[in-house]
Antibody, heavy 117, light 110 residues
Framework: QVQLVQSGAEVKNAGASVKVSCKAP????????IHWVRQAPGQGLEWMGR????????NFAQKFQDRVTMTRDTSISTTYMELNRLRFDDTGIYFC??????????WGQGTLVTVSS | QSALTQPPSASGSPGQSVTISCTGS?????????VSWYQQHPGKAPRLMIY???KRPSGVPDRFSGSKSGNTASLTVSGLQADDEADFYC??????????FGGGTKLTVL
């Protein structure tokens, strides 16, 4: 059974970094990209980037290019998204999703990141 | 990369049909048959409803259908039910290993 299980909520100060994990049991981890999608409070979905769990290679939306890192640990079927130099408008729910060009077929439960002063 | 354009709201009575549009450009919606649609209930993660313009994943009722003409994709929900009330988002591959979402449409079942 495909599941994506994310780490818990985080509260960070502006300027700090946050690292969110996404564990993917239930299928062959290296066969599917993992994408990260953000949702600000009351707002829509925003694609941040994706990582190839097999090679570790990643692609990012231009908006996040200089602040985001995506990594993976194949031994525990887990990917990580780290966002640096946090700003107040980075507050939101961060989702991981299994994806391909066809779409994002399984989603994590979301991780709330709150950026405060 | 600009977000795809969706109407902010749509509505219909139970049993009726409603269509939600998603307009992009030749660089995304019009350029690839990789449009997908997601349903999101409040406080929940999105759920894939349509992929590759018109294909339904296993478990999605056939009341949900998708299509595309030029730079505009559409999601039609037929036989509206109370549980269909949710936010709907379109997404498209935008080339160069980028994806883009629409701004979302709040579907209300009257």
């Amino acid at each position: 059974q495909v599941q994506l299980v994310q780490s818990g909520a985080e509260v960070k100060n502006a300027g700090a970094s946050v690292k969110v994990s996404c564990k993917a049991p239930g299928y062959t981890f290296t066969n599917f990209y993992i994408h990260w999608v953000r949702q600000a409070p009351g707002q829509g979905l925003e694609w941040m980037g994706r990582i190839n769990p097999n090679s570790g290679g990643a692609n990012f939306a231009q908006k996040f290019q200089d602040r985001v890192t995506m990594t993976r640990d194949t031994s525990i079927s887990t990917t990580y998204m780290e966002l640096n130099r946090l700003r107040f408008d980075d507050t939101g729910i961060y989702f991981c999703a299994r994806g391909s060009t066809s779409g994002f077929d399984f989603w994590g439960q979301g991780t709330l990141v709150t950026v405060s002063s | 990369q600009s977000a795809l354009t969706q109407p902010p709201s749509a509505s219909g009575s139970p049993g009726q049909s409603v269509t939600i549009s998603c307009t992009g450009s030749s660089s995304d919606v019009g350029g690839y048959n990789y449009v997908s649609w997601y349903q999101q209930h409040p406080g929940k993660a999105p759920r894939l409803m349509i992929y590759e313009v018109s294909k339904r994943p296993s478990g999605v009722p056939d009341r949900f259908s998708g299509s595309k003409s030029g730079n505009t994709a559409s999601l039609t929900v037929s036989g509206l039910q109370a549980d269909d009330e949710a936010d709907f988002y379109c997404s498209s591959y935008a080339g160069s290993n980028n994806w883009v979402f629409g701004g979302g449409t709040k579907l209300t079942v009257l």
